[in-house]
């Protein structure tokens, strides 16, 4: 799979990947038929990563899902996609899940150095040296690919936190370092999921046997896990009860919000201008990638390639788009000098979604907000979608039909089905 970080790479993807999108894609995406172009990996769109970086957008996806499927026979596909945006506004809604995360990171980290015991257990686990040949083979793959099957993620996932009992936040962090879809809400979320504490007291338990079946097409065959920790394994469970925020979202931007001279900034979610679609071209195009936020410990190779390639092929192609000048923002540098620089006082920045984005990029940013100086670009999809995030997903997937409507994706010919939409 060329995973290349630009646009361009994102919509020949996505176009390959189209007449798949409907009934093939909804019978055959367990499986993980391991990396290569050779064998079977086409049963799912590999698109994440594009998707993470804004190379490409959710909108643009269904959109073009939807000109050769109907709503019905691309169900379980669009269902999936709104799984991300549903994750997203779920965090949005309670940021100190992230927040926590972060700090549960950091002690579990620390608790590394006090304990050699643990500290063997984990470089074992992250080495891919357990002896739990799927668990084993998943880790040199995240390693040497920067991307994992959904499937082996929520194995994955369940064996490090049930039978190998390693803290979840550190595989979550190990998640991070390596994709190269890493994402604060879908990762987060997923492994919280996994462990039981997404819809309390559920947990996801890995079986030999489903691994077995759902591997088989690999090309070395179907993947071993030995020794699992089966249903006497429970649930995780924590103090804190996350209370739902109200969203603050902002409206969508009209002609003459950009009416004076602006800068936009691009950043590791939002690396394109064109799904953006701005009404007005700005006099600067600013970079400020930020990927090495993510984790306090080294990003994989893939990881951070990807991250670093795909916003500074999005700066060009915007550069070059608008014809204007433009300007990196580097890490621990101020952002005034820049604009004083270039004469301009106003920035459009694309919505920063709860995440490392977020908290290395807000400290600068929110003195310009306090001031009225950023207009915030949010796209209909994710205003419209976020409030349904209230719980549950069921509450996103009985909104699909409406909100594609709403947001000019499809007409409301035929539905989609909320009970099988919900199904994961
Ligand atoms: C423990 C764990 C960690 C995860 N971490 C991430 C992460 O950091 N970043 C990330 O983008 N996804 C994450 N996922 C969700 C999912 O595994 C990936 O989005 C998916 O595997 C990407 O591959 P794809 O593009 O081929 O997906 P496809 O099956 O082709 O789906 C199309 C798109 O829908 C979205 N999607 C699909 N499945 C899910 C899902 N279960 N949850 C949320 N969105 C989904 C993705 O944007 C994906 O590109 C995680 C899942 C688990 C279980």
């Not at 591997?215 to 924590?238: C, I, S, Y």
Request: contains cysteine.
């Amino acid at each position: 799979m060329d995973f290349t970080p630009t646009r361009a790479r994102g919509l020949d993807r996505l176009a390959q990947f189209l007449p798949a999108a409907g009934r093939r894609y909804a019978d055959t995406r367990n499986a993980d038929n391991g990396p290569g172009d050779g064998h079977g990996r086409n049963n799912v769109s590999q698109l994440s990563p594009w998707l993470h970086a804004g190379l490409i957008s959710e909108t643009e996806v269904l959109d073009a899902v939807l000109s050769q499927h109907s709503p019905r026979g691309a169900e379980k596909f669009i269902a999936e996609v709104f799984w991300r945006i549903y994750f997203k506004g779920y965090l949005e809604q309670r940021p100190a899940i992230w927040d926590d995360f972060c700090t549960g990171r950091d002690n579990a980290l620390a608790a590394l150095d006090a304990n050699s015991g643990l500290r063997a257990a984990y470089t074992k686990a992250t080495e891919g040296r357990t002896g739990i040949e799927a668990f084993d083979v998943w880790v040199h793959e995240l390693t040497e690919t920067g991307y994992l099957h959904n499937h082996a993620r929520m194995w994955f996932a369940s064996i490090w936190i049930f039978t190998l009992k390693l803290d979840w936040r550190l595989g979550a962090d190990f998640f991070l370092r390596h994709l190269m879809d890493a994402d604060a809400a879908s990762n987060t979320l997923s492994w919280r999921w996994v462990a039981g504490l997404h819809t309390k007291g559920k947990h996801y338990i890995a079986r030999a046997d489903n691994i077995a079946r759902y591997t088989a097409g690999r090309p070395e065959g179907a993947l071993a896990a030995a020794r699992l920790a089966g249903d006497e394994a429970e649930p995780l469970t924590e103090q804190q009860d996350y209370g739902r925020q109200k969203l603050d979202l902002p409206a969508p931007v009209r002609d003459a919000d950009l009416a004076k001279p602006f800068a936009l900034v691009l950043h590791d979610e939002a690396a394109h201008h064109a799904p953006l679609a701005l009404p007005t071209a700005p006099a600067l195009v600013i970079a400020a990638g930020r990927s090495g936020a993510r984790s306090p410990g080294t990003l994989g190779f893939h990881a951070r390639g990807f991250a670093e390639d795909a916003l500074a092929s999005g700066h060009a192609e915007a550069a070059a788009a608008f014809g204007c000048p433009a300007a990196v923002w580097a890490e621990g540098a101020p952002l005034a000098p820049l604009l004083a620089e270039a004469g301009i006082t106003r920035l459009a920045v694309p919505y920063l979604p709860t995440g490392w984005t977020r908290d290395a990029l807000w400290p600068e940013l929110a003195p310009l907000v306090g001031e009225g100086r950023v207009v915030t670009l949010l796209g209909d999809l994710d205003r419209t979608t976020w409030p349904h995030a209230k719980a549950g997903f069921f509450g996103v997937a009985k909104a699909i039909d409406g909100l594609l409507a709403e947001c000019g994706t499809r007409d409301e010919a035929s539905k989609i089905n909320p009970v099988l939409t919900a199904r994961r």
